[in-house]
């Protein structure tokens, strides 16, 4: 998240008395609702990996392609699921356990 001063100077805001606290919360709101729905779509695009890899599971007979298949599609999944942790720790400030 960027400091106050540097939302200041994006939003060019100068000086003593430039923007208000409210001010600042809604931009900051704006952006933490801007970086949760990033994170669900990469997501979503990570999950969608997964289904395609598990979709072509069931067209190939080749023992080393459906275990690397299932790899990948585990691996996608747990990228999905660790990019929403991390979105939800944000968004609650409770710690990220790892």
């Given at each position: 998240m ?5 939302i ?5 805001w ?6 208000t606290?409210?001010?600042m ?27 395609k890899?598990a ?9 080393d ?20 942790t991390r ?12």
């Open positions: 960027l400091t106050d001063a540097e200041a100077g994006y939003m060019g100068c000086g003593p008395g430039a923007y606290e409210r001010a919360r809604k931009v900051k709101a704006a952006m933490v609702e801007a970086v949760a729905r990033e994170r669900e779509s990469c997501a979503k695009v990570c999950d969608e990996r997964a289904e890899c979709a072509k599971l069931e067209t190939t007979d080749d023992q392609d459906r275990t690397e298949l299932k790899a990948n599609a585990w691996q996608f999944s747990v990228l999905a699921s660790e990019i929403r979105s939800n720790v944000e968004l609650t400030g409770l710690p990220l356990t790892t």
